[in-house]
């Protein structure tokens, strides 16, 4: 099952994402978490202290260079979870982390070759039964321009009740349908009341498949630095819901 997570900026993509890492770890899944966010920060929040140590995604076009002569578990074209070199790589209680690493110069533009890496990594990943891969895409629509989300067996589409989060969410709902993608669903954050829940369905016309609640216990492991592995609450409950939705869809 391939997860991605799309939606503007700060409305909680990234820790919706952890937790939802989180509850397909605890339905027995294991987990490839991919941080596509150029500036990362999943892994803080799923408890990885050694981030620094990874080596990005974005240099390793050559494992997913497609040239037949290169064969070898580096270059097999579809590798599976187990085939990609370690060195990408972090791995703690059946998740995985790895970070895409777009860290471009200042003034430096485009961030193509890391997106045709992710793409290209993203639709060749063969995944075995009971794995997963979650990925936190870059806030905004850049990367449904470039079929990024083509691949993904779920695209959740993050979004709060308020207008400026909504009209994202409505112009990512927009692209899928263009790419004839199937799946997208729509996951309302810091949903506070019955009116908020309606104003998303109206706004969107589509009613979002789960709401997450503003939950304090978030924000507090936010605030001191902790993992989301170690909080438990409203929000955390809501993850456990989406992860049964989701495995009950059966991609
Ligand atoms: N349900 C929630 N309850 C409490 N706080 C939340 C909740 N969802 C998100 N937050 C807080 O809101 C802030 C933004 O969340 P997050 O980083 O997950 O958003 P994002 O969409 O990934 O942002 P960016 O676009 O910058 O990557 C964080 O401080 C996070 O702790
Ligand atoms: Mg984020």
Not at 150 to 169: C, H, K, N, W
């Amino acid at each position: 099952m391939k997860i991605a997570f799309c939606g503007k900026g700060g409305v909680g993509k990234s820790t919706v994402a952890a937790l939802l890492c989180r509850a397909l770890r605890e339905e027995g899944l294991s987990v490839l978490a991919i941080d596509a966010d150029p500036s990362p920060h999943l892994g803080r929040l799923l408890g990885f202290s050694e981030e620094e140590k990874l080596t990005p995604l974005s240099e390793m076009r050559e494992l997913l260079a497609e040239r037949a002569e290169k064969a070898g578990p580096y270059y097999t074209l579809n590798p599976r979870i187990e085939d990609l070199p370690e060195r990408f790589m972090l791995t703690r209680d059946g998740l995985k982390l790895m970070v895409l690493g777009a860290i471009r110069e200042a003034g430096g533009g485009c961030a193509c070759p890391e997106q045709t890496v992710l793409r290209r990594l993203l639709s060749h990943l063969i995944l075995q039964a009971r794995e997963a891969v979650v990925v936190d895409m870059e806030a905004g629509v850049e990367h449904f321009g470039r079929g990024t989300v083509v691949p993904m067996d779920f695209i959740l589409v993050v979004t709060q009740p308020y207008r400026g989060s909504l009209e994202t969410a409505k112009q990512i709902l927009r692209l899928a349908r263009e790419l004839e993608l199937k799946n997208v669903l729509v996951v309302g954050n810091a949903v506070r009341t019955t009116e908020d829940e309606a104003f998303i369905e109206k706004t969107l016309g589509q009613s979002p498949v789960l709401s997450f609640p503003e939950d304090p216990q978030v924000a507090a492991a936010e605030r001191e630095g902790r993992s989301l592995l170690e909080v438990e609450g409203p929000a955390v409950e809501a993850a456990r819901r989406l992860a049964r939705i989701l495995l009950s869809h059966g991609a």
